[in-house]
C-alpha cells in the first residue's frame, strides 16, 4: 500500500512538472521571436519547473502513506518557557503563546494598571507610532522605544528604568528608509554572557552588554556592524534607501538580519539597492553568509529575471520577522516583492524569490526549499509578517509544518521541513490588463482548505456584494461611487488610472490586509491558529510620475484625479533625526496617502460592509476555520452616524494591525484606534476571548489603542500582560497590567 501510494506521488509530480514547463514553454513561444534563444530558454524552463515544484496541486493530507513519513513525537514550537518572553513571538518560531493561566476569563476584566512607561524623553520628539512588542528574559524587561529607536532596560514589576542605550546617527538616521522604534530587540545568552542585539534607524546592528546597556567591543567595530557594508553590493551609507524595522533573529551563534526600503509605491528608479539577508556571528559580529534574495547568474532562480533585469532591480528584503528552527537548523525568510509595488515592466518574468517563503540552513544560509506565493507581484503583497512553527496531527500523523499569514487572507501550510503544502495550492488562471509594457503572470497560486474550498479567512478582490448594506440607499450609493473603477477577485491588475474610469482597482485583502506585519498566533496544545484581519480598501491606480526627471518608472501609483502618490512608508522621515514633525502615525487608505486615491465612503461611513476588523480562529489539523469575531467597538462614525439612526448595529470590529497573545484559555486582543468607550472615555479597550468559541470574556480599558502586540511573564508569582500603546495626540508608552494584589 506504500508502495502504490508513493508510486502515485511520483507520476503526479512528473505529469505537475511536465505541466508548468509546457506552460513556460507556450509563454516563450509568444514572447521571444528569436527560436534558437526559444529553444534554449524552453529547455531550461523546463528543468527549473522540475526542481522548483513543490506539490502546488497534491496536498500532504493525500500523501501520508508515504515511505518515510515522520512518526515519531516532534517537539515543534511550545511557546514562551518559564513565564518569561525571550523573543518577540515569544519563541523563535513566533507562536506568541504562553501556558500562563494566573489572568483567566473570570478575572481578565478585574485587571489593573501596574505600570506605565512613556518613551517621550527618548528622542528629541515624541512617537505616536509605537509597534514594539518588549521581551523579558533572567528578570528584566528590554524594548526599543522613542524617535531615536533607544534601547531600555526596565524592572518588569515596576516599569523603572534601569539603563538606557542611543545611537546619534546624524544624516545617516535622517536618511533613513524606516524610522522611529521599530518592532523591538533579539536577547542572545549563552549561560554566562547575555546580550541584547537590535538594528538602528540607519541600518546597523549593535550589541549591547544586556547587565549594563554598553556596547560589547568585540562584537564588530566596538560593538556595531555596519549593515551597508559587505552586502556584495556598494551602498551609499547615505542616501541609500535600506534599512530595517523589525527585529534580528537569533539561534544558536547566529543572528540573522533583513532589509526595508522605502514605500515602493512611488521608486525614484527602477534601480534600486538589493534586500539581502546575512547571517553574522553573534559574538564576533562576522559575516557567515548571505543569501541573494534577487539571485545572480549561475545561483538557483536566476532564469526566472528576464532581460537581465536582476541586474538592476532592488528591494525583494524581509522586512517582516524572520522565523527559525533551532532543532532543524532552518531558518524562514517571508520575502517582499521587487522594486515596483504596482508596476513591475522593467523586471518581465516571474522574479523569484519576491513574495517568496524561502527556507535557509540556519549555519550556511544555503537553500533547502521555497515556495512563492505571488508570482510577479504588483499588488503590494509582499510577506509582511512571520512564518509559525508548529507541529499539527494530520490523518493521525504528527507533521513539522509551518503557516504563512497573509496580507491575501490566506493562510498558506507547509511541511517545514520539505516545502510541500500541507493543503493544496493550486495555480489557476487570472485576468490580464494592457497596462503598456507590463508582464503578467498567467497563473497565480490559490490555498485551499482541508475540504478543497478556498482557504480565505477575509474578504478578498472587490466585489458589488462588498459594499455597505445598512439600507438599500447606502447601498444604492455605493454601487454608484464604485462605478468609476474596475471590481474583480483577487490578483485582479492594477490599471493605468483615466478620470472618465476606471480611476483604479479596487481591492482589498491587497497592500493594507488581510493580515500585516503583527502576524498571528498558535496554541501548540490545540493546533488552533489565531489571526486578526482587517478589511483595509486599496486604490491599485497607475499613473505617469508628476516629474519624469525624477524617476524612470513609466508608471507610479496614484490616480487620475489626485495625482501621484508622494509619501512614503511606515515611520518614514518620522525619527529623531528626520524632519516628520511630531512624527504621528500616517492616515491609513490610499486616500490619505498623498495621491495615491479619492476619498471612498457614503455619507461619512466606510464603503465596505463590516466586519471592518476581525480575529479568526483555524483548526490546522483540519484545514478548516472555526469561529470568527469582529474585533473592535463600532466606530464613532459608525455608531453615531445620522444615517444609520433607528437602526441596530451589531458590532462592526475596527480597522487596523493588530496582533494576538495566546494564553491557556484566552485569546488577547486590544482595538485598533481610538473610540468613545462604555463609560464615556476616549480610548480603546483589551479585549479577550475564550480561545475555544472566541466568546467575548473580559475587557479592559486603555487610554490609547494597540499600537505593538501583547506579551505576557510571570514574575514573583504574578502574570503580568504588557503591551505597546499609541496614536494621534497620545505619545508612546508601554502599559503593564496585572490582578490586584
Request: hydrophobic share 35%.
Amino acid at each position: 500500500m506504500k508502495r502504490r501510494a508513493a508510486d502515485i506521488l511520483k507520476d503526479a509530480l512528473a505529469l505537475l512538472a511536465e505541466g508548468c514547463a509546457a506552460l513556460a514553454s507556450h509563454l516563450l513561444d509568444s514572447l521571444d521571436p528569436h527560436s534558437e534563444v526559444r529553444r534554449s530558454r524552453r529547455e531550461a524552463m523546463k528543468r527549473h519547473a522540475l526542481r522548483t515544484s513543490t506539490l502546488t496541486t497534491v496536498s500532504i493530507a493525500a500523501i501520508a502513506m508515504t515511505p518515510g513519513w515522520r512518526t515519531a513525537t516532534l517537539s515543534g514550537q511550545s511557546g514562551a518557557k518559564n513565564g518569561e518572553w525571550r523573543a518577540y513571538g515569544g519563541d523563535t518560531g513566533h507562536t506568541r503563546y504562553s501556558p500562563l493561566d494566573q489572568i483567566d476569563a473570570g478575572n481578565f476584566s478585574k485587571l489593573e494598571v501596574a505600570w506605565r512607561f512613556k518613551t517621550d524623553h527618548l528622542g528629541p520628539r515624541p512617537e505616536f507610532q509605537f509597534e514594539g512588542t518588549p521581551i523579558m528574559a533572567n528578570g528584566v524587561l528590554y524594548s526599543t522605544a522613542g524617535t531615536r529607536r533607544a534601547v531600555v532596560a526596565l524592572d518588569p514589576a515596576t516599569g523603572e528604568e534601569i539603563w538606557v542605550h542611543g545611537e546619534r546617527e546624524g544624516a545617516r538616521g535622517a536618511a533613513a528608509p524606516r524610522q522611529l522604534s521599530g518592532r523591538g530587540l533579539a536577547y542572545w545568552t549563552d549561560g554566562r554572557e547575555e546580550r541584547i542585539l537590535y538594528v538602528t534607524p540607519g541600518y546597523q546592528l549593535v550589541a549591547l552588554n544586556a547587565k549594563t546597556g554598553v556596547r560589547v567591543p568585540t562584537f564588530g567595530k566596538d560593538g556595531i556592524v555596519d549593515l551597508k557594508l559587505d552586502d556584495d553590493q556598494v551602498i551609499d551609507p547615505l542616501s541609500s534607501e535600506i534599512g530595517l524595522h523589525a527585529t534580528p533573529m537569533v539561534a544558536k551563534n547566529v543572528v540573522i538580519v533583513g532589509a526595508a526600503h522605502k514605500s515602493g509605491g512611488v521608486p525614484t528608479s527602477k534601480t534600486n539597492v538589493k534586500g539581502y539577508v546575512r547571517g553574522f556571528d553573534v559574538r564576533t559580529g562576522k559575516r557567515l553568509w548571505i543569501f541573494h534574495t534577487i539571485p545572480r547568474p549561475g545561483e538557483f532562480g536566476n532564469d526566472t529575471w528576464e532581460k537581465d533585469s536582476w541586474s538592476y532591480t532592488g528591494n525583494a528584503g524581509v522586512w517582516g520577522q524572520i522565523s527559525i528552527d533551532e532543532e532543524l537548523g532552518i531558518a524562514y525568510l517571508p520575502v517582499e516583492l521587487p522594486t515596483g509595488d504596482y508596476f513591475g515592466a522593467n523586471r518581465p518574468g516571474a522574479g523569484l524569490f519576491g513574495e517568496t517563503v524561502v527556507a535557509v540552513d540556519l549555519q550556511t544560509g544555503k537553500r533547502k526549499w521555497h515556495f512563492q506565493l505571488v508570482h510577479h507581484g504588483i499588488w503590494d503583497m509582499d510577506i509582511p509578517c512571520a512564518p509559525l512553527l508548529l507541529d499539527i496531527t494530520v490523518n493521525g500523523r504528527t507533521v513539522k509544518a509551518l503557516a504563512q499569514p497573509t496580507k491575501q487572507a490566506s493562510p498558506s501550510v507547509f511541511d517545514r521541513v520539505t516545502g510541500r503544502p500541507i493543503w493544496p495550492i493550486e495555480e489557476r488562471p487570472v485576468e490580464q490588463v494592457e497596462v503598456p509594457g507590463e508582464w503578467y503572470s498567467p497563473t497565480q497560486p490559490f490555498p485551499l482548505d482541508g475540504r478543497g474550498r478556498p482557504f480565505n479567512y477575509d474578504r478578498q478582490g472587490f466585489a458589488i456584494d462588498d459594499l455597505l448594506d445598512f439600507t438599500p440607499e447606502l447601498r444604492e450609493e455605493g454601487v454608484k461611487l464604485v462605478s468609476r473603477f474596475k471590481l474583480g477577485p483577487i490578483f485582479t491588475p492594477p490599471v493605468v488610472s483615466k478620470i472618465e474610469g476606471p480611476l483604479a482597482t479596487l481591492a482589498v485583502a491587497s497592500a493594507g490586509g488581510g493580515t500585516n506585519w503583527p502576524g498571528g498566533s498558535y496554541d501548540p496544545e490545540t493546533h488552533i491558529l489565531y489571526v486578526s484581519s482587517s478589511k483595509n480598501l486599496s486604490q491599485l491606480g497607475l499613473v505617469p510620475p508628476r516629474d519624469p526627471s525624477k524617476t524612470d518608472l513609466a508608471y507610479v501609483q496614484g490616480n487620475a484625479a489626485t495625482g501621484a502618490r508622494t509619501t512614503g512608508g511606515s515611520g518614514a522621515n518620522a525619527g529623531a533625526e528626520g524632519a516628520g514633525g511630531r512624527g504621528a502615525p500616517p492616515a491609513t487608505g490610499s486616500a490619505a496617502e498623498g495621491g495615491g486615491g479619492v476619498a471612498l465612503s457614503v455619507r461619512g461611513l466606510p464603503i465596505m460592509k463590516p466586519p471592518y476588523g476581525q480575529i479568526s480562529a483555524i483548526d490546522l489539523n483540519k484545514g478548516e476555520i472555526i469561529w470568527q469575531v469582529a474585533h473592535g467597538e463600532t466606530p464613532d462614525n459608525v455608531k453615531n452616524n445620522p444615517a444609520l439612526k433607528g437602526l441596530t448595529i451589531p458590532r462592526t470590529g475596527r480597522l487596523g494591525n493588530v496582533g494576538t497573545l495566546v494564553t491557556k484559555t484566552l485569546v488577547v486582543s486590544g482595538e485598533a484606534g481610538f473610540g468613545t468607550t462604555a463609560s464615556g472615555a476616549r480610548g480603546a479597550m483589551l479585549r479577550a476571548y475564550d480561545k475555544a468559541t472566541g466568546k467575548e470574556v473580559g475587557a479592559v480599558y486603555m487610554p490609547a489603542p494597540q499600537s505593538g502586540s501583547p506579551m505576557t511573564y510571570m514574575l514573583n508569582g504574578k502574570q503580568y500582560i504588557v503591551l505597546a500603546i499609541s496614536g494621534a495626540g497620545y505619545s508612546a508608552e508601554l502599559l503593564a497590567l496585572r490582578l490586584p494584589s
